[in-house]
């Protein structure tokens, strides 16, 4: 190629390309300035466009035979792109779009092929029908050059040397949910996410390649556009809404609360989700990310014309399994049989009805409600509505972004979750591109009114024939009995209870750089994050039954909390470009972060409210009770990272962190983590660029270190803490120690080894990656469990036991059909994790003995062998350690429990299928996994009993169907009892603790259905919008397994399952 | 913008370098402790502070006595699951299974009652403030010396509850979890030897008169709260435990000493023994709620209403305590109650008369008072043959119940008589009753012929909790569970 210098081009740029076609690269330099240029042999021909006009190539070639075209190139949005280039297949005829995104070309023979470029999307073949075309270009899917966050900075798939996972926009989009994490779900191998319950706001479980820490922390790092965010709420008054993974640290003295702090981002607001699983990917962030690390960014704006977007979207949830329960009739014959085993009379309408008899001798023999409709059945509605205002010059970009939310929930009574949100992210760049600056924000309002406690349990336990709910007055139904007692504690006087969980969530980063010398960046990022709550619990008198009422009081509890972070974070970073091909570059960053962390809680008890309506203002309350907490923790660190990427092909990256925390004692308060990984993009080899099968391939290996200080604050320090009561003992306020302290606690290290072999076929149309890794970790950080001979029941300590966790990730990205008018894509991925306890020192002295065993599983539980149902005496076995089997009322003992039952999921993964057919567009993602969890209904509820106020006594179908009635029965059930003496409740609860409680929880459920459907564009025009699409999206549609309780991800009865959310919207921009 | 690189970015360079590098500095991650916390350094070097964790203890026990279920085992709660254990309470709600387990005596291992754990945690304190107040050179000696006294005088209050339930114990006297871990069970009877040595020092170290909060000062005349242990605690705590070590002489002679102190003790009438700071009382719990729980637990669970046992009043008094009353005897009626529904009469322990209404504290939960005393003298007198003496004491105590003086002519029965005085003086208090039948060896006898077949000899000891048991390598089982 020979230069040739165009006087008017003396304007600096900088661009930066890599493996980038020199048409595109000119397109994009010259395009915007008013260039056009054109292929000559070896020779580029730059030319100064005149706007509009076509390009001359040859004034005497028109004829009959050619004509002018113009036309439009837009984003699949609707977008302009400016600078695309048109060229004309075979030819090397082409123009460039201007900044409206139109474009002319003369000359153009008829039935001729166009191709239209943009850097950035996908090139488009036309035929030139007639003398207009508009053109919709779609973004890149070729995964290997999408942009890949990693910590401190972006890579590609193709460049990167880790093991990180990515989530889009455009998938998040598809799915109707609150919490980003939830649409994470079956998308990405290493990573398993459970969502407690369908209570919005509900607490999510998120464990990246398995659970290395023994008891301690678990979650991983999560960061917002560089800010980390905390993994947990603050603690909540109310636990409706579910715990994200036991477990967690405590800040001081203040525990853990309900919930996921995930659920107060706008999934609307988020461009990526960057999962960071190996060491390469989080050794960087040391300390903190020994558990892997969940990178978000959020929504940037892009040079072009201002451009709103609009989204309204509209949808209905309901449960969509119910259990099995009994009937009346069913039911009464149980209760019958119950007694008549007991040998005592059976109850009937000439009894005097009491609490534990009433369904037989009181209520109507023949009422039926099924409880789980009443009060779980409601649909929740589900609204939102998002918009975006961007755009921005070559200098200045801009975004503001709003969002509304309401969910109602599936209980009876007006309960919802309101959320407002706020987004903006504004950029900008010097002209000599040499300064920049960014500043962003995520503000969020969250007002979830719920009730104190989730009505599933009660819904499952009712008596079918339990009276109706309200008398005919309307007030509530009591069902008194002769004594003047309540017979049963109305369901819906739980609904009095009111739980207002007000909550306001702020994120504001910002990042300035500067190129001091050439290459040299000077870098500061300085975010604060602000998680705030104000909850109001309030518990009338009027929930109680009467009869209990003397002994409580109107209560309520306001309280408020805060969780603030601050974090500064400068960096310099170099890059050097190196040798004479340009293929090989250096890249070094050293950094240094200062971060700390302060929360701080308060909750005031009010009792002796005069009247319920006073409940919410406590200064009406006659005692008032106080508890509050705060603690701070430091961190800091100094890292370094060089990347190395010789001719391509090989690539290498070193890094390391020197951590500190204030967490630890004096004496182990820093600690260093660093790690190395190495790649070969193989396919760069010259003997492998002949062929046409293989287009890519790399192997990328990683190992190194991270740690974990997630113990809690002050756990070196013997903390004394005020005793709690409404008044003081003799004008003192007591102090109580908190707990054992221990001054020698150290970090828990994990080591993490990767092997990685990524695959593209067919010029990337199957894309195929494999990772294997290896994840040990060892100086674990727990509280050992004591005896309360201590005076407590644990200690924090290091431990030098070793836990393993290894796996296989795979991941299949295939182009299956690739037509103009047809597409179909499909996405697979498979994880086989295996977590195993490599070491545990004199385990057999320690008060572990019976929960752990060396070679299994951690999240093992050990169970009694059970060995079914005495046919004599009606009653459950099981077996001791001999095989010995043990009858009666005896209990096992716990060295009897020999089964081993792993609760961890033996493979999990899920399949994606995309299809697009002209402007239909539909998508089905499917999630499975195979694991085990426990099964209460296998035993029922104490079968037979009907006791208290609760009128709990209602049982799985699978009692009836399995119970022992007389002797010689093979039964799987043992008889039903009225009256639970011990001799039948010692076998019973055997059996809860034998290998028979669990049972398969495999499922595969549809996890995302989503349609969409483009307006034409003639419609569009007409209105002035693009990009106008009606959807249709459906979450949880469809669970296939042949797990017997209410949902097998939350493999619990008690709690509301997630939600089957079906949505219906419409997104336009114009 | 325009900007060059002028020489001025060479300096921001390094300054920024210099800043990262600072990173690694130790002055940034020093927090100072939590504010609202106060740790094990400072916490007795200050006579407020270190007051205030042995008035923790009061606290803790008396929010326990009045705001916490009773089943699930606190020490404050005792009455009732040893009542039930005994000859005391029937259960109403026979569907109350952790209750029934008492009743029945079959208490099971994996869902013992947890007296065992808060009583060991009190221990755990009651030690830390043994070790953090001797190491301390700073507070005030007189002070020092009431706090030692009270943490010696409430560990072997709380190992006479461990030894009594649980047979021998652990004997854990340092807050050193290592080894407090490992350790095995010591005899029941070097348990009481620690027991006594406590409670000797205690005697010593502890003021004679009642002190304020702040565990130094006097209350002014006619004010005073008995609610911290004294001098006389310790001693009438000795008493007992002599008692049930039959050491009669030394019995006889810490019980004369209280009862000689007629300054500060004197038996008063039967509606007022349970009464706030009454002149009977020894030690007593000051309630720590206001409103419906302003009185004592006793008060709370145990006062029936008109419709009779239930769901929060599960318990009512067994017939054979109700029949065992003397005619006459006005315990019967002024320390009883009854409620009727229907056709049952269900009777109720009515010492503590203010139940869950919201009233001021007028009652305080009563530990150590001073019948005690002369019951224990007199069985002590007994042993001694002195039943002159003894009949003397045991008369003092009927008297006041309304019941002419008795002279039984033989050791055996006066002492029989004593027992039973005992019965009907101290029913549903403290588990007295549970106590006394296993110390005189009467239980087999009497719970035998009670509850027949389901009272077992091994069920004179509760079960540990199971998980006790896993976590503690030198710990086993008591017999029977």
Known sequence: MTGQTVDDLKEKVSLNVKNERVDHILQQLLGSRGYTFQFNDNVIIIRKKEPYSPIKKNATDSSINTTTISGKVTDAVGTPLIGATIMVKGTNDGTVTDNEGNFTLSNVKRNATVLIRSVGYETREMEVKGQRIMVQMNVVVSDLDETVVIAYGTTTKRYNTGNVSTIKAKDIEKQPVSNPLLALQGRMPGITIEQATGVPGAGVTVRIQGANSLRKNNDPLYVIDGVPYTSRTLYTLSQIQGGSGGNAQRNGNIPEGAGNPLSFINPADIESIDVLKDADATAIYGSRAANGAILITTKKGRTGKTRVDVNVQKGWGVVANKLKLLNTPQYLALRKEAYVNDGSPVPDASTIPDQSNADLAYYDQRRYTDWQKVLIGNTAKYTKVNTAVSGGTNNTQFLIGAGYQKETTVFPGDLSDKKGSLHFNIGHTSSNQRFNVTLSGNYMLDDNRLIGEDLTGIAMSLAPNAPELYNPDGTLNWALLPNGDASWLNPHALLKQKYRNKTSNLIINNTISYEVLPRLYVRNSFGYTSLSSDELLTKPLSMYVPQYRPFYQNESTLSTGAITTWIAEPQLSYRKVLGKSSRSTIDILIGGTFQQNTTRYMSVKGTGYSSELLLENINSATNRQVFNGSSVYKYNAFFGRVNYNLDSRYLFTISGRRDGSSRFGSENLFHNFGSIAGAWIFSEERVLKQQRVLSFGKLKASYGTTGNDGIGDYQFLSLYNAVSSVLPYQGVTGLKPVGLSNPYLQWEITRKLSVGLDLGLFKDRILLAANYYRNRSSNQLLSYGLPSVTGFNNIQRNLDAVIQNTGWEFNLNTENIKAVQFKWNSSFNLTIPRNKLISYPDLALSPDVYDYVVGQSTSLVRAYKFVGVDPEAGLYQIADKDGKIISGANLGSIEDRVMNIDLNPKYYGGLQNTIVYKTIELDVLFQFVKQMGAYNGRFGNHPGQFYGVNNSGNQPVEILDHRWQKLGDDASVQKVSSSWPTAILVPYSNAQRSNAFYSDASFIRLKNLSISWTLPDLWQQKVNIHGARIFLQAQNLLTITRYKGLDPETRSSNAVPPLRMITIGFRTSF | ?481
Request: hydrophobic share 40%; proline share 4%; net charge negative.
């Open chain 2, 1 to 481: 913008m325009s900007l060059g690189y002028p020489y001025i970015t060479y300096k921001s360079a390094i300054i920024i370098a210099v800043v990262i590098l600072s990173a690694g500095c130790e002055k940034f991650i020093e927090v100072k402790s939590p504010v609202n916390n106060i740790n094990a350094d400072n916490v007795y070097t200050n006579d407020a502070t270190a007051a205030s964790v042995i008035t923790g203890i009061y606290q803790n026990m008396s929010r326990q006595n009045s705001d916490e279920y009773r089943g699930t085992g606190l020490l404050a709660n005792i009455h009732t699951g040893t009542g039930l254990s005994a000859d005391e309470l029937a259960l109403f709600d026979v569907n109350n299974i952790e209750l029934r387990q008492y009743y029945t005596n079959d208490l099971v291992s994996t869902s013992a009652p947890k007296y065992w754990n808060s009583i060991y945690s009190t221990i755990y304190i009651v030690n830390a403030v043994i070790e953090g107040v001797e190491e301390s050179t700073v507070l005030t000696p007189t002070l020092k010396e009431q706090i030692l006294g009270e943490a010696k005088f409430l560990r072997a209050f709380n190992y006479f509850y461990l030894v009594n339930l649980y047979g021998d114990v652990p004997l854990a006297l340092s807050t050193d979890y290592t080894a407090n871990l490992a350790l095995p069970r010591t005899s029941a009877d070097q348990v009481y030897n620690q027991i006594i040595t406590d409670l000797e020092e205690a005697r010593i170290l502890l003021s004679d008169k009642y002190l304020q909060g702040n565990a130094l000062n006097i209350y002014p005349a006619g004010m005073e709260e008995r609610v911290r242990p004294t001098k006389w605690a310790a001693v009438a705590l000795l008493s007992r435990i002599y008692l049930y070590k039959k050491d009669y002489v030394n019995a006889e002679m810490a019980a004369t000493e209280v009862i000689n102190n007629t300054s500060l003790y004197n038996l008063v009438t039967l509606d007022n023994v349970f009464l706030k700071n009454n002149r009977e009382a020894i030690w007593q719990l000051q309630p720590v709620n206001n409103g419906i729980n302003a009185n004592t637990g006793e008060g709370k669970w145990f006062i029936l209403t008109e419709t009779g046992p239930g769901g929060v009043n599960p318990v009512y008094l067994r017939e054979e305590l109700i029949n065992s009353f003397e005619s006459g005897d006005l315990r019967r009626t002024h320390w009883i109650d009854r409620v009727i529904v229907g056709n049952a009469i269900y009777y109720y322990p009515y010492k503590y008369k203010i139940g869950s209404i919201a009233a001021e504290s007028a009652e305080y939960s009563t530990i150590l008072r001073l019948a005690e005393l002369y019951l224990n003298r007199a069985e002590a007198r007994a042993q001694q043959n002195n039943l002159g003496a003894a009949a003397e004491d045991l008369n003092v105590i009927r008297r006041r119940a309304g019941l002419p003086d008795i002279r039984p002519a033989t050791q055996i029965a006066l002492l029989n008589t004593i027992y039973h005085e005992r019965r009907v003086e101290f029913f549903t208090e403290w588990g007295h009753r549970w106590l006394d039948l296993k110390r005189t060896g009467n239980i087999d006898a009497v719970l035998g012929t009670l509850k027949g077949a389901s009272w077992q000899t091994t069920d004179q000891l509760y079960p540990i909790p199971q998980e006790e048991v896993l976590k503690s390598p030198n710990l086993h089982q008591n017999a029977g569970y």
